[in-house]
């Protein structure tokens, strides 16, 4: 099969080197390159000068086989990605007619004037392949000479990541001996050091398929990647690997999809055994009802959510009485119980889970520190309490806690089925 | 003053060049040293590789004045920042006795038993300034060379931001000449080319102070940065420019403090006016009061959300009527009217805010598209409602959703505030 090739990321873009923006494309890249099984030693962020481009993409040129160019091909004076690719390589350039046509087209479908410089846009080097841009007006270019290869691409991620999809993907695996091909195996509830003891027999014994642990809020995500010479023989190596990880981790592993998230794995199971589900949420605000909408056409399934941040909406939402909150305070097993309960009761929810906890910087005592987490779990009259302890900021407290309660809800609804389904066998 | 120094921004970490994580450090770095008027062209990510870590350290040391380096000081064989750093220095590392007795404090107060490889943090280059990091392990270094500066970072942000706001900042700013100052007016409710557009000369006719806008989700951020010798000059340089931003965008300022968000300004505004809020969120789902809850100790001021996602909910908790529902559909100004009435009427809050739209990336019609949003809002019995049209994906939408909703309630409020003041003087 031979070593791997080798890529170089470089973003392109002031507003980057201003802090502006995040550099999210070059995550984003990296995490693709890395499952195609490209090498990765370097990535640079340049700003829109035609001196420096050029200097940065001959370094690249110098120790990559592969430059995955973002950013700099719009209208304006200022981008200049594709004239600084083009003089390192010696390419003139001319006009495309067919992106001409598209970017005419893309402006009349929108009704939109077309201004002057936007002709720029359907100038591409000599000899390359012009990949197209349905999402916007800049077309993507690869260049190729002396066995390296340049690849430009938009830098708004909504038209870079389709084409780099469409377009860009097979272009590199056409590039390698054989084909990639890579499965994920999705984890909850298990902590990432403990995860990653949990295969290190595996990812050291491995080199074809390689195992790679991802760690997420609340989530560890092991990618399982394989080279054959063709893709079914790539699936072969990596469907017994899979096999085994899913042995290893049990209900833990939520999914093995790549479009599948904790929060549609728990949205899923919740409409495959028809249940519905309300939140009561106190130090995450609302931030576990948000994450759970982030699952489209969700409203066949979640009720309604209640934010008692305060005391007394806990009392007048969720009927929690004084006595309670005053013997046990509002972060307590106790409490988190009867918000679950306290849900069901109002909203008559087959599902509802509650959050109470102490997100900080203030608040914390001796007895209950900041990050010390009760949530609440109730499937159909039976009631789960787990406690937490996250350690961070504010914000990380709150994203955990919000991962750690799509973890229970789902532990906890599996569990419920598994006793219906042993009880209806046991008559 | 002298043309501006130029640092470069090197991020370490085979995790950064595989995805696994996104490099908000460079980020963060690339807009604070924006701020303190340094010129940034170029940002590099390198691995944990001692042979490539000499090479980006050379190549920026050969183009840059500073070198900001985070990441790689931990205590894993991996972590080589340091070592590559001091080979390429030609300097030797000696046991630093304050940082190893720090590491020993360290895991004392926490109970944890100190493991061998921890002391080679303690470790550092010969002849370099110790900085201290009292969030984590490694301290931080800088060293000196020819006039070029060296500085080693942390990679963890918890630990990186601190040691750069208290230690290096004061570095910094002693090496250039004079002092830099900046302040950012921070403006919601105005849309980014707008902004620019009234700022335009003034942008293009100063150069002490400069100014820069930032467009964030909802928000421009204009900063305006002096440099003159003392403090007192620069900040001579930049208030008469602040007041004159202040002036053209009025009440759409909502801050001139750096540690002020468009949350807190709203809870601030809330809390002065004695004002209660409650928020009843469709699209949104829970993102809103989320949000608010980003605020510490907000229970004071914020009693309840209510998320109503279905229909049925909207119906149950903010008593919105089916024919309502059926006569205007859920996503209407009627219905987001109601939802705010409901709101105030169930829970007795002066403030009530409501969010209902279409966030995608089905659902949507001709006549209402995908991105169409109506926000309500209720202030002490009078409402105000707001149409507004977003593009992009479903969290795009729904982000854009929450900060206008914000946008809109600072608008009622202190129209409730002006009203009320001026009603008391006529009497």
Chains 1, 2 share one sequence.
Not at 106 to 112: C, I, Q, V, W
Not at 158 to 171: A, R
Not at 191 to 212: F, Y
Not at 350 to 372: F, N, Q, R, W, Y
């Amino acid at each position: 099969m031979g070593g791997s090739m080798v890529v170089e990321l470089i973003s392109v873009g002031t507003e980057i080197l201003l802090g502006n923006i995040v550099n999210t494309n070059a995550a984003y890249l990296a995490e693709q390159c890395a499952g195609l099984g490209l090498s990765c030693y370097y990535q640079d962020v340049v700003g829109d000068n035609e001196e420096r481009l050029c200097a940065v993409i001959r370094t690249a040129l110098s120790r990559a086989d592969i430059l995955l160019i973002s950013g700099g091909l719009g209208p304006t004076q200022d981008d200049l990605t594709k004239e600084a690719a083009a003089k390192v390589l010696e390419r003139s350039l001319y006009l495309h007619e067919e992106s001409r046509a598209a970017l005419q087209a893309y402006f009349e479908k929108r009704g939109l004037e077309i201004t002057d410089n936007n002709w720029k846009q359907a100038m591409v080097p000599e000899g390359c392949i012009v990949l197209d841009n349905p999402n916007g007006t800049a077309p993507g270019i690869i260049m190729e000479k002396d066995g390296k290869h340049i690849i430009l691409m938009p830098g708004p991620p909504n038209e870079m990541i389709p084409m780099f999809e469409t377009s860009v993907v097979p272009y590199l695996n056409g590039l390698q001996s054989g084909v990639i091909f890579s499965q994920t195996v999705k984890i909850c509830g298990v902590g990432e050091s403990k995860a990653e003891s949990m295969v290190k027999d595996l990812i050291d014994s491995q080199s074809n398929p390689t195992i790679a642990t991802y760690a997420k809020t609340g989530e560890v995500h092991l990618r399982v990647t394989a080279r054959a010479e063709n893709e079914k023989e790539a699936k072969k190596l990596v469907k017994p690997v899979v096999k085994d990880l899913k042995g290893r981790f049990g209900s833990s592993v939520y999914t093995t999809e790549d479009d599948v998230t904790l929060e549609t794995a728990v949205v899923d199971l919740l409409r495959a055994n028809h249940l519905s589900l309300v939140t009561a949420e106190s130090c995450t605000g609302g931030a576990l009802a948000a994450r759970i909408v982030n699952v489209a056409g969700v409203s066949d399934v979640f009720k309604a959510g209640y934010v008692t941040y305060s005391n007394k909406s806990k009392r007048r939402l969720l009927g929690i009485k004084k006595s309670m909150l005053l013997k046990h305070g509002a972060v307590s097993k106790e409490v988190a119980r009867e918000m679950a309960k306290g849900a069901a009761v109002f909203s008559k929810a087959d599902v509802t889970v509650s959050v109470t906890g102490i997100a900080g910087p203030d608040g914390g005592t001796e007895e209950k520190p900041v990050g010390l987490v009760y949530i609440g779990c109730s499937v159909c009259g039976k009631v789960t309490i787990k406690e937490c302890r996250f350690s961070g900021s504010r914000a990380k407290i709150r994203e955990n806690t919000v991962s750690a309660a799509l973890a229970l809800l789902r532990e906890c609804i599996l569990q419920y089925c598994s006793e219906v389904t042993f009880g209806s066998k046991e008559k």
